[in-house]
């Protein structure tokens, strides 16, 4: 663990914001997570790395909600690697929860879509999933909802969903186009693309180009202002208008970053960096006898 905690003055001031505050808000990204082996999503050995390897310019278009437009079996083919596991959370998920058994938690904001919030116990009001989650989906076009669960098996088998409801709409669009370029009336070569995601169900999870959930905006403008800490936790803050939330916290508010890497872009008081599951456990088991309910805590503990 190395931080930037050099004297004993700034553990002090970590241990008392902690102990002091009553409205934290937790602002959480995929670092979080890794340590159960989901990789995140912009280090060297992140899932956008991989995404190179499909060939595309940039990455990021996995979640491009123009390219699902256009052709949605780019994202079918991958949506199995990010599918969320069940049960399991990290030490870092059971901090929160701790926080929010000890009436500090305000809000925890995640952009990880992975749903681990909910495995460890935070309670829905407690909890904004910036980015959305697996938890539903919806068709493109009518917006059936269905849950999220039920679109897991085309998922795991790179097979499109369509809405039963959207069906016959759908064959009846690719007839009259088959009909028109077999007649030699027409190509319809862009607008036959996107008679390829008509009806296509795509899980709620927020694609570039897209609104992040209502919740998001609801809830953000008081919390930034009733907050009283704010933590930062395993993400690049590259991502906007999550990223933007450091900066729209007042000065006062003391600012605590615990991630692997610095973040430049942005000012904290108090920067924990190394693996945060690990930062944790020291600040809980060492400076502030609290202890966090996983059952990897004390192997981390006494490491
Ligand atoms: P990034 O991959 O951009 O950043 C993850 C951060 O976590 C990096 O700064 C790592 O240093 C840090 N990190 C990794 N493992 C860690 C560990 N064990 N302990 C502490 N820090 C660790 O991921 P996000 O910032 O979450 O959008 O990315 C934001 C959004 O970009 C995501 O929500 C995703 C993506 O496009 C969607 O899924 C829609």
């Known amino acids: 663990l190395r931080t930037k905690l050099s004297d004993f003055h700034k553990i002090e ?9 009553k409205n934290i808000l937790v602002l959480t990204g995929a670092g ?3 340590s159960l082996g989901i990789p995140d999503f912009r280090s ?7 995404m190179r390897t499909l060939g595309l310019d940039d990455p990021q278009d996995v979640f491009s909600l123009e390219l699902f437009k256009r052709d949605p079996t780019t994202f079918y083919s991958i949506a199995h690697m990010i599918l969320p596991p069940e049960h399991s959370f990290t030490p870092l998920h059971a901090f929160i929860k701790l926080l929010q058994d000890k ?14 919030e909910g495995n460890v116990g935070i309670l829905p009001e407690k909890l904004v999933q910036c980015h959305g989650s697996f938890a539903t989906a ?20 790179k097979k ?12 009846n669009l690719i007839r009259k186009f088959e009909k028109i370029e077999d007649e030699g009336l027409g190509n319809f070569g862009s607008k036959f693309e996107t008679i390829n995601s008509f009806g296509v169900m795509k899980p709620d999870i927020t694609f570039f180009g897209e609104n992040l959930p209502d919740r998001y905006h609801s809830t953000i403008k008081e919390d930034v202002k009733s907050c009283d800490l704010l933590i930062t936790i395993g993400t690049s803050l590259k991502v906007a208008p999550v990223s933007e ?6 000065d006062h508010i003391p600012q605590i970053l615990i991630n692997r890497d610095p973040i430049n872009h942005c000012e904290f008081d108090i920067e924990l960096l190394g693996y945060c599951d690990q930062a944790i456990t020291w600040l809980c088991g060492t400076q502030l006898d609290w202890e966090i309910k996983h059952k990897d805590y004390n192997k981390i503990l006494n490491s």
């Open 13 to 21: 001031h970590l241990k008392n914001a902690l102990l002091n505050a």
């Open 32 to 34: 979080i997570s890794t």
């Open 44 to 50: 060297s050995k992140g899932f956008y790395s991989k």
């Open 103 to 116: 009436g500090k938690l305000l809000r925890n904001y995640t952009q990880n879509i992975d749903n681990l």
């Open 138 to 157: 919806s068709c493109v076009s009518c917006k059936y909802k269905i849950p999220g669960e039920t679109l897991y098996p085309n998922l795991m088998n």
């Open 160 to 171: 499109i969903a369509y809405c039963p409801f959207c069906e016959n709409e759908r064959k």
């Open 245 to 250: 939330i450091v900066n729209r916290v007042p």
